[in-house]
C-alpha cells in the first residue's frame, strides 16, 4: 500500500484531442454555433497573396477571443496557456506539437497592419448581427448606461493644460428654438454677440493623454475611459460599444449611438431606459422627436434651504405663466441666450405676501423662475417614469445593462484598459462586448438543442 507509483509520464498514448476536450465545453459551443467565416472577408483586404510568410488570420482572432472570453489580461500569459491547455488547441486547430502563434504577432498585427482600420468594430456588428439572424434581438425597447475604466496610466503623473471648452452639437438647434421663442411671444430677436471662446484647465496624463481625468464625489480619483454600452431588453444583447475618455458628460454621445444602431441593424426602437445622467432637455427633445417612449432616472436637486422649490410653482401653458403657492401670477419676461424663459412677480404684490420669506429673498422682492424652451419634453419623460408601464421597465434596467457591465469586470477583465489610447481602449471594449454575445449565443442556441 505504501509503494511509490513508478513514473509512467514518458510512455507515450495513442489519443485524439477531440476525445480531451468535454462535449459541453463553452468553447465547443462557440465553434458550433457561431460562424467565424465572415472574419477571413473582413481581413482579406489587409494581406497580401502575393508576398509574406504565410500565416492564418482566423487562428490568430479566435486566440484573441480566448483570452476576452476568460479574462486572460496578457498576451504573454495568453500564449503560455494556449500552448498548456487542450481545449484552447482544439479551438485553435492546433495539434499538440504545433508551434502556437507569438505573442508579438498580435501586438504587431494590432500596431501595424490594423493600424486605422475598423476591423474590431465590424467584428462586434457581424456578431450583433448573428444574434438578429437567431431572433435572440428584438430592437424594440433598449437600456443604455457609461462605466469608468481605469486607464493604464499613473494618476499622478500628469500636466496642467488650458483647453476650449467645445460647443454642442446641438447648439444652432437651440439658438433656433429660442428665435422662434422670442417671436412668438412678441420679443425682438437676439443681437449677434461676438463669441468669447470659454476655457478650462484640464488634468492630462503623461502616460496615455488620450485618457480623461475622473474627479467625483464619493469616487475615486483617475485617469480613466468611459464605456458607452447598449443592451437589448429581450436576451440581454448587447448592440452597442462606445468609448470616451473619462471626462465626457454620459449624455454626448447618446443620440447619435443610438440613430447609428437604427440604421446599422434596423431597429424599430419603441422604448428606453436610462440612468439620471441622460436627464438633459436635448435627450428628452431627442427621444421625442423620434416618438420613442423614453424613462430616464430622477436626479435629485436640493434647493436652497427655508425656500419653496420650483414644484410649488404651477405652470399655465395656455397662458403662458406659473402661479405661486400665494395664486399670484408670475408673467413671461424674456428668453435669454442659453434657452430659459424668466417669469417674474410683480413686487407691489410680493411685499405684503405672507410666504415672502419663504420665496425669495432678493432686495427688490420680485421672484424669478425660469423655465428651458424644451422643458416639456422633460416633463413628458418624467410622466413616463412615474407611469406604471414606466417603473416596471425602469427596474429591468439593472438586470439588463449593469448585470453586463458586472459580467464584463468580473469575468473578462474589463475593470482595467489593457492597452494604451482610445483605440486600444476601444478594441478592449469591443472585442470583451463581442465576446460576451457569443457566449449568450452558444449557450442560448444549445440549450434549445
Not at 489519443?15 to 473582413?42: A, G, M, Q, W
Request: a positive charge; proline letters at 4%.
Amino acid at each position: 500500500m505504501l509503494k511509490p507509483k513508478e513514473s509512467v509520464q514518458s510512455e507515450y498514448e495513442f489519443v485524439s484531442i477531440d476525445e480531451l476536450v468535454p462535449e459541453d465545453h463553452l468553447l465547443r459551443l462557440i465553434d458550433k454555433y457561431i460562424d467565424f467565416t465572415f472574419l477571413l472577408d473582413k481581413v482579406r483586404p489587409f494581406y497580401s497573396e502575393d508576398s509574406g510568410r504565410p500565416s492564418d488570420p482566423l487562428v490568430l482572432f479566435k486566440m484573441m477571443f480566448i483570452g476576452y472570453i476568460y479574462g486572460i489580461r496578457s498576451e504573454r500569459q495568453l500564449e503560455r496557456e494556449v500552448k498548456m491547455n487542450i481545449a484552447y488547441r482544439w479551438f485553435l486547430g492546433l495539434k499538440f506539437h504545433d508551434p502556437v502563434p507569438h505573442h508579438s504577432t498580435i501586438s504587431w498585427n494590432r500596431q501595424h497592419r490594423f493600424k486605422d482600420t475598423n476591423i474590431f468594430q465590424e467584428i462586434f456588428d457581424e456578431i450583433v448581427l448573428q444574434a438578429m439572424n437567431h431572433k435572440m434581438v428584438g430592437g424594440r425597447v433598449l437600456f443604455t448606461d457609461s462605466t469608468h475604466l481605469k486607464a493604464n496610466a499613473n494618476k499622478h503623473k500628469y500636466t496642467k493644460q488650458e483647453i476650449e471648452v467645445e460647443t454642442r452639437g446641438y447648439f444652432e438647434e437651440l439658438n433656433k428654438a429660442i428665435e422662434e421663442d422670442r417671436v412668438n411671444n412678441g420679443k425682438k430677436p437676439l443681437k449677434e454677440k461676438e463669441e468669447v471662446k470659454k476655457t478650462k484647465e484640464i488634468r492630462v496624463s503623461t502616460t496615455d493623454p488620450e485618457c480623461g481625468f475622473m474627479s467625483r464625489e464619493n469616487k475615486q480619483e483617475m485617469f480613466c475611459y468611459l464605456d458607452h454600452r447598449t443592451t437589448d431588453m429581450k436576451y440581454n444583447i448587447i448592440t452597442d460599444v462606445f468609448v470616451t475618455p473619462g471626462n465626457v458628460h454620459d449624455s454626448v454621445p447618446y443620440l447619435s449611438r443610438l440613430d447609428r444602431q437604427v440604421q446599422r441593424f434596423g431597429f424599430n426602437v419603441e422604448a428606453v431606459a436610462l440612468d439620471s445622467g441622460y436627464l438633459t432637455n436635448y435627450i428628452c427633445k431627442g427621444l421625442s422627436d423620434r416618438n420613442i417612449f423614453g424613462v430616464i432616472a430622477h436626479r435629485r436637486f436640493h434647493p436652497t434651504q427655508g425656500l419653496f422649490p420650483k414644484w410649488r410653482f404651477k405652470y399655465d401653458q395656455t397662458r403662458n405663466l406659473y402661479i405661486c403657492p400665494n395664486n399670484q401670477e408670475l408673467t413671461y419676461k424674456t428668453t435669454t441666450r442659453e434657452g430659459y424663459r424668466e417669469y417674474k412677480s410683480n413686487p407691489s404684490k410680493c411685499a405684503n405676501c405672507p410666504f415672502l420669506s419663504q420665496c425669495t429673498r432678493s432686495k427688490n422682492m420680485v421672484k424669478v423662475v425660469t423655465r428651458h424652451v424644451w422643458e416639456e419634453h422633460k416633463e413628458k419623460v418624467r410622466l413616463n417614469r412615474l407611469s406604471k408601464s414606466g417603473k416596471i421597465l425602469y427596474k429591468f434596467r439593472k438586470e439588463k445593462v449593469e448585470r453586463s457591465f458586472a459580467d464584463s469586470k468580473e469575468l473578462h477583465g474589463l475593470r482595467y484598459c489593457r492597452l494604451r489610447g482610445l483605440k486600444g481602449a476601444t478594441e478592449q471594449a469591443l472585442l470583451t462586448a463581442a465576446c460576451q454575445n457569443m457566449k449568450k449565443i452558444a449557450t442560448h442556441l444549445a440549450q434549445l438543442g
